[in-house]
């Protein structure tokens, strides 16, 4: 863990914070915003990818803990007082979990709002005055399955559209101050989270969903994998922070036309989509 006085004298330098930053997008973020010259102050989960590297603070972060969280914030607090500028907030920690509505036990939806919501909530109301302050960007990592919920990720696309709601909210409100909310929607992306959501426990699944689910697993994920490299969505996001007039949502794809042109698809087609791409016969669908 670097030393907090020692960056408090590198006063003229910029400063992003970016959670969950263990792997994947935060992990591929962090160099590249180096690189261009910030402080960056981040949380880990488990193990400090950067440990003793200059120009970064790390802390060991849980964000479903509140306690944890005011701490990362007040620390983060005490280097804009000593004279560091937020340029951007980006809540980049989340998780993926699912499975059929029917068998989800809540504790898995608690989890998932804690960590891809909630979390995201408690790390900007306490950091709104130090944005205010600097004029800064705050970045909100969504999903484009906040705005096409697939089946059998209903705990997953539900924070994710909780999360939309949330960002037009505190764009709008912030605006007038001059910070900028900026709400990422990757579509596939090959990132860790999604071989972690192919390792999450289905015990508690129903027979009649199995063969569906498991042609999901295989598809969506697999999808996932052959997504944007997490090195090339970094280096958008890396774009977004410089930018001096942001736009409220960026999609981060391969292919963005491609996902532009999935939201004009009709529910209806869209639902008869899903039902052949993954198998899902085991109901008799009018």
């Known amino acids: 863990m670097n030393d907090k006085n020692e960056l408090c004298?590198?006063?003229?330098?910029?400063?992003?914070?970016?959670?969950?930053?263990d792997t994947g997008i935060g992990r591929s973020l962090v160099p590249l915003l180096i690189d261009k010259g910030y402080l960056v102050f981040l949380s880990y989960l488990e193990q400090n990818p950067f440990a003793e590297q200059p120009n970064i603070f790390a802390r060991k972060m849980d964000i479903r803990k509140p306690a944890e969280l005011e701490a990362f914030c007040g620390d983060i607090r005490a280097l804009c007082h000593n004279g560091h500028k937020l340029k951007a907030v980006i809540s980049n920690a989340g998780v993926a979990l699912g499975g059929p509505v029917e068998n989800i036990?809540?504790?898995i939806y608690r989890d998932c709002f804690e960590i891809n919501y909630f979390g995201t909530v408690q790390l900007v109301q306490a950091l709104i005055p130090e944005l205010i302050d600097s004029q800064?960007?705050?970045?909100?990592?969504?999903?484009?399955?906040g705005r096409i919920a697939p089946p059998f990720m209903s705990p997953y696309a539900s924070?994710?559209?909780?999360?939309?709601?949330?960002?037009?909210?505190?764009?709008?409100e912030l605006y007038p101050f001059g910070v900028r909310t900026i709400l990422l929607e990757p579509a596939a992306v090959a990132t860790p989270i999604?071989?972690?959501?192919?390792?999450?426990?289905?015990?508690f699944v129903d027979e009649k969903y199995l063969e569906s689910l498991y042609c999901f697993r295989d598809k969506f994920i697999e999808g996932g994998n052959q997504g944007l490299t997490v090195e090339l969505a970094a280096l958008k996001i890396a774009k977004i922070v410089e930018k001096n007039k942001p736009k409220a949502r960026y999609i981060i794809a391969k292919n963005n036309l491609g996902s532009r042109l999935l939201l004009l698809i009709p529910n209806k087609i869209l639902d008869m989509i899903f039902i052949k791409m993954y198998r899902m016969f085991y109901g008799k669908p009018d």
Do not use: H
């Open 9 to 21: 004298n590198q006063r003229s330098k910029s400063l992003v914070v970016i959670t969950g930053c």
């Open 105 to 107: 036990p809540l504790a």
């Open 136 to 145: 800064g960007k705050i970045i909100l990592n969504g999903s484009m399955a």
């Open 159 to 172: 924070s994710k559209f909780a999360l939309e709601g949330f960002s037009d909210s505190l764009r709008r």
């Open 194 to 203: 999604w071989n972690k959501a192919k390792k999450q426990d289905i015990s």
